[in-house]
């Protein structure tokens, strides 16, 4: 009888035992499901789509090796970097209290964006989810995967602070603002460069490359000027990488047509590429309001001394620094003799 006994005990010990397994796991694969918001190889992301509940949304696109902006301009690689190491790390930190389980939920509700996750350009998405704010302490941020109510706060790893802002929705923001970037060997792929100097006409030239490492200068009257071979070679390499500073949003249309129109331009610099790619920048002052004056002296000045408005292929105006192009845009006198750019 008490081998029987002990029987049942053991077969009902084993039952419970498979019951409590059971439902661990079940438990267990639900929480994952609900958890699921890294994305472990992100080399197979080729889109990521994200709209925030302003109506502002942006496309990423990767073609190749570079990401585009709505098919427009190319992302910053660096926005990019970043915005994909998130997706590969992101942890869940802690869930959201029960307590305040419907005000988060409500908060998403309200202001979150939503991110879409191509891989291998598919037209269904492999992953969706909405980022939140911050919580409390800033050391996470809300977030919820698509058809789930259960949201979590979710973090980097030995990062402190909060993730929304890599998912940005401003367009301008994600904008790579380079103008020139040929490191290293690719100077070469430099077919011709002009300067126009529109206050004097007479500094302004032009460097043909006419055989590989071996230039032309002229002046725009199309007369070969001697030049010191050194000072030109350090000229073109200026050229390895140009960015502009910011775009320009915050004047109207109507105030930079004005501007443009009844302003003379300063520089207008052209590059063109053996592959036949040309970009044209031209310059003008950007105008200080009235009652400016130079810290050091005191005098009145009209012009901001740091800063300039330039037109990229007659379309997009940004804002550039003299501290950059003033080493682009030298004299033609300048490369007659032996000297350093500095």
């Not at 509700?109 to 919580?135: H, L, M, Q, R, W």
């Amino acid at each position: 009888m008490k081998k029987f006994v002990s029987k049942l005990v053991l077969v009902a010990l084993l039952i419970g035992l498979t019951v409590y397994l059971y439902n661990t796991n079940s438990k267990s694969t639900i929480k994952e499901q609900l958890t699921d918001f890294a994305v472990k190889d992100t080399a197979s992301i080729t889109k990521i789509f994200m709209a925030d509940k302003n109506n502002q949304q942006i496309t990423l696109t990767k073609t190749g090796n570079i990401w585009m902006v709505d098919n427009e301009f190319k992302a910053k690689p660096d926005m990019m970097e970043t915005l994909l190491k998130t997706m590969l790390l992101l942890k869940v930190r802690s869930p959201v209290p029960k307590p305040m389980h419907n005000n988060v939920v409500k908060r998403l509700a309200a202001s979150s964006i939503k991110i879409e996750i191509y891989n291998n350009d598919e037209s269904t998405p492999s992953k969706v989810y909405f980022v939140g704010g911050p919580n409390a302490d800033h050391t996470g941020t809300f977030m919820l995967l698509n058809n789930s109510s259960v949201p979590f706060v979710l973090h980097l790893e030995g990062h402190y602070g909060f993730l929304d802002t890599r998912y940005s929705t401003d367009k301008l923001a994600w904008r790579d603002n380079y103008i020139w970037q040929f490191p290293g060997e690719s100077l070469k792929n430099i077919k011709q460069i002009s300067v126009a100097n529109h206050l004097i006409p007479k500094e302004s030239f032009i460097i043909n490359q006419t055989k590989e490492n071996e230039y032309e200068l002229t002046d725009f009257n199309g007369n070969i000027k001697p030049y010191d071979n050194g000072f030109l070679l350090n000229y073109i390499k200026q050229f390895e990488n140009v960015a502009y500073e910011e775009y320009e949003e915050m004047k109207t249309a109507k105030y930079m047509d004005s501007l443009m129109t009844s302003t003379p331009k300063i520089f207008t610099l052209e590059l063109s590429t053996m592959k036949g790619e040309t970009t044209t920048i031209s310059i003008w002052h950007k105008p200080l309001k009235d009652g400016a004056v130079d810290l050091v002296t005191g005098t009145p000045i009209t012009n901001d001394v740091n800063r300039f408005y330039a037109l990229i292929n007659n379309k997009d105006i940004v804002i550039a620094q003299y501290y950059t192009f003033d080493a682009l845009t030298l004299k033609a006198s300048q490369f007659s003799a032996p000297q350093a750019i500095k």
